[in-house]
């Protein structure tokens, strides 16, 4: 009996506790809206208790403080929340069921509903964050786009309406464009684009037309470069043309020109260059000079300059030089240079027979390196060949001319073997002549040192050989020097042994040999 009790409790709990268990809602709705529209969503709870009503509440994700919208459901109906769309239901819903009077009932949520709100973009306009709109180039240029109104908006930059091409030195981040190390190409009118879109057939845009900003930017001044030239009026009177020239900067631009620390004279010009006229005494020091130019941002300084007028004067120079091969043969150029000893502004003319050689022709090119030298490349072949000299004066007057030595050249000069060539060799064999000879001096100082005291009887074997020789075939009697020597010892030894009664004899016989006389071989 127990037994069935218990199972029948069982059983009755079990039903009990399925009709208490509230299922998971769903919500479903219009994933996108314009802001101010009506929309329905609706949240369906699939598992419910009989007999129980439920209530369904909308929220937004993360804020359960406010009822965005709610509905009580009787026996599983749908539930549905008319919402009028504002800006803060953009992001995601969720749906909350609850069993109104039965707290023993745990609360379910649905699965998170995301809604775009979408605001009409308008009103686009360009700021510039950077600063001025004309300012120096190496700066940042760094631009914003703002709207009055849009809720998820994309931006686009176009520059005298072209799209901005994007860069390592542009950057278009959201609604701002970065754009590094400007120059002067940078320049333009920019302008913005905004857009969004409910859908693919709903798309909204906005420009800056209306706001049209023109940046330009202005280069910094370089470092002038200074450097003078003179004239001479019909008074006799010289002057310096002082030139101060920039590479870069954006005009207009005030070069002031400075003596030391003393002022000169300014001027501002549209241009990046300019001149001064100051008069000069020829042969004297007057001072240095800079120049210094300025465009707004920061004043640029040239080098100091010396205000000095030497004219030509010493003797002119002229040399040659050109590169040999195998044989001494020359290739390549000959290059001649002309040179003035004294002279701040020569002016170098070259000549060839009597005829002037300017700039560059047939078999010649001039390069004038002002006031050092200047040069002159010729072909080495028959056009060539002739009589070349060169001439100085000065660049501003030409009343004093000063003339180089004349000097002839052709293939068959240039390709004789030089003198310091031919010295080397000569020398070289004078040195092996002389070594060779005092070798010869040695030899023969120690070969009598070595054979100065000879024996008697080599004496009179020399006479004999000296008197007889020409009657021998010494040929026919040569003999090996051993054999000749060891006679040499048997001869000597033999003569030790004489005994000393014949040593009169033997004088006697020398003294016959050294009176007769000797015949020349």
Same mark, same amino acid.
């Given at each position: 009996?127990?037994?069935?009790?218990?199972?029948?409790?069982?059983?009755?709990?079990?039903?009990?506790?399925?009709?208490?268990?509230?299922?998971?809602?769903?919500?479903?709705?219009?994933?996108?809206?314009?802001?101010?529209?009506?929309?329905?969503?609706?949240?369906?709870?699939?598992?419910?208790?009989?007999?129980?009503?439920?209530?369904?509440?909308?929220?937004?994700?993360?804020?359960?403080?406010?009822?965005?919208?709610?509905?009580?459901?009787?026996?599983?109906?749908?539930?549905?929340?008319?919402?009028?769309?504002?800006?803060?239901?953009?992001?995601?819903?969720?749906?909350?069921?609850?069993?109104?009077?039965?707290?023993?009932?745990?609360?379910?949520?649905?699965?998170?509903?995301?809604?775009?709100?979408?605001?009409?973009?308008?009103?686009?306009?360009?700021?510039?964050?950077?600063?001025?709109?004309?300012?120096?180039?190496?700066?940042?240029?760094?631009?914003?786009?703002?709207?009055?109104?849009?809720?998820?908006?994309?931006?686009?930059?176009?520059?005298?309406?072209?799209?901005?091409?994007?860069?390592?030195?542009?950057?278009?981040?959201?609604?701002?464009?970065?754009?590094? $190390?400007?120059?002067?190409?940078?320049?333009?009118?920019?302008?913005?684009?905004?857009?969004?879109?409910?859908?693919?057939?709903?798309?909204?845009?906005?420009?800056?037309?209306?706001?049209?900003?023109?940046?330009?930017?202005?280069?910094?001044?370089?470092?002038?470069?200074?450097?003078?030239?003179?004239?001479?009026?019909?008074?006799?009177?010289?002057?310096?043309?002082?030139?101060?020239?920039?590479?870069?900067?954006?005009?207009?631009?005030?070069?002031?020109?400075?003596?030391?620390?003393?002022?000169?004279?300014?001027?501002?010009?549209?241009?990046?260059?300019?001149?001064?006229?100051?008069?000069?005494?020829?042969?004297?020091?007057?001072?240095?000079?800079?120049?210094?130019?300025?465009?707004?941002?920061?004043?640029?300084?040239?080098?100091?300059?010396?205000?000095?007028?030497?004219?030509?004067?010493?003797?002119?120079?002229?040399?040659?030089?050109?590169?040999?091969?195998?044989?001494?043969?020359?290739?390549?150029?000959?290059?001649?240079?002309?040179?003035?000893?004294?002279?701040?502004?020569?002016?170098?003319?070259?000549?060839?027979?009597?005829?002037?050689?300017?700039?560059?022709?047939?078999?010649? $090119?001039?390069?004038?390196?002002?006031?050092?030298?200047?040069?002159?490349?010729?072909?080495?072949?028959?056009?060539?060949?002739?009589?070349?000299?060169?001439?100085?004066?000065?660049?501003?007057?030409?009343?004093?001319?000063?003339?180089?030595?004349?000097?002839?050249?052709?293939?068959?000069?240039?390709? $004789?073997?030089?003198?310091?060539?031919?010295?080397?060799?000569?020398?070289?064999?004078?040195?092996?002549?002389?070594?060779?000879?005092?070798?010869?001096?040695?030899?023969?100082?120690?070969?009598?040192?070595?054979?100065?005291?000879?024996?008697?009887?080599?004496?009179?074997?020399?006479?004999?050989?000296?008197?007889?020789?020409?009657?021998?075939?010494?040929?026919?009697?040569?003999?090996?020097?051993?054999?000749?020597?060891?006679?040499?010892?048997?001869?000597?030894?033999?003569?030790?042994?004489?005994?000393?009664?014949?040593?009169?004899?033997?004088?006697?016989?020398?003294?016959?040999?050294?009176?007769?006389?000797?015949?020349?071989?």
């Amino acid at each position: 009996m127990s037994v069935f009790v218990v199972i029948f409790a069982l059983c009755y709990c079990s039903k009990e506790s399925s009709a208490s268990v509230l299922g998971r809602p769903e919500l479903d709705g219009p994933a996108a809206a314009l802001l101010g529209d009506i929309i329905d969503l609706y949240c369906e709870v699939q598992t419910f208790p009989e007999d129980e009503s439920i209530l369904m509440l909308l929220f937004k994700e993360g804020d359960r403080t406010k009822i965005l919208a709610e509905y009580t459901s009787m026996n599983g109906e749908i539930a549905e929340f008319p919402l009028v769309v504002r800006s803060s239901h953009d992001g995601y819903l969720e749906c909350v069921a609850r069993a109104q009077n039965n707290t023993l009932i745990q609360p379910t949520v649905s699965d998170r509903h995301y809604l775009k709100v979408v605001d009409p973009v308008k009103g686009a306009e360009v700021v510039v964050q950077s600063g001025p709109v004309e300012f120096y180039g190496g700066k940042t240029l760094e631009l914003r786009c703002d709207v009055a109104a849009g809720t998820h908006v994309s931006y686009s930059w176009l520059v005298n309406g072209r799209p901005v091409s994007p860069s390592p030195l542009r950057n278009a981040a959201q609604n701002q464009l970065f754009i590094y $190390r400007t120059t002067p190409q940078d320049s333009g009118s920019y302008m913005c684009v905004a857009t969004n879109q409910l859908n693919v057939t709903q798309v909204f845009t906005s420009n800056s037309s209306e706001v049209l900003i023109t940046v330009t930017v202005k280069e910094s001044v370089s470092n002038p470069d200074i450097s003078f030239t003179v004239l001479k009026e019909a008074t006799q009177d010289y002057y310096a043309l002082v030139t101060c020239r920039s590479t870069r900067g954006t005009p207009p631009i005030t070069f002031s020109l400075y003596n030391r620390t003393e002022f000169v004279t300014n001027k501002t010009v549209e241009e990046r260059n300019t001149a001064f006229m100051i008069p000069v005494v020829l042969g004297r020091h007057l001072g240095w000079l800079q120049c210094q130019a300025d465009n707004g941002d920061q004043i640029a300084y040239s080098p100091w300059m010396p205000l000095e007028v030497v004219p030509v004067g010493g003797p002119v120079t002229m040399r040659y030089d050109y590169d040999v091969g195998e044989n001494f043969a020359v290739i390549g150029e000959v290059r001649f240079y002309c040179k003035s000893a004294k002279g701040s502004h020569p002016r170098y003319q070259w000549f060839f027979n009597k005829t002037l050689l300017a700039g560059r022709g047939t078999f010649y $090119r001039v390069v004038h390196q002002p006031p050092d030298q200047s040069i002159l490349f010729l072909t080495v072949g028959r056009s060539s060949a002739g009589t070349y000299h060169c001439e100085v004066s000065d660049s501003f007057d030409k009343t004093t001319v000063i003339r180089s030595e004349k000097r002839y050249l052709d293939k068959e000069v240039l390709n $004789r073997l030089p003198i310091s060539v031919v010295a080397v060799v000569f020398g070289c064999f004078i040195f092996l002549v002389s070594m060779v000879s005092i070798c010869c001096c040695i030899g023969v100082v120690f070969r009598r040192r070595q054979y100065g005291e000879k024996s008697l009887w080599d004496l009179e074997m020399e006479h004999v050989v000296v008197a007889y020789d020409d009657k021998l075939d010494l040929e026919e009697y040569r003999e090996e020097a051993d054999v000749v020597k060891a006679a040499r010892i048997d001869e000597s030894d033999q003569e030790s042994e004489a005994s000393t009664d014949e040593w009169p004899q033997i004088a006697e016989e020398k003294k016959t040999l050294e009176d007769e006389p000797v015949e020349e071989p």
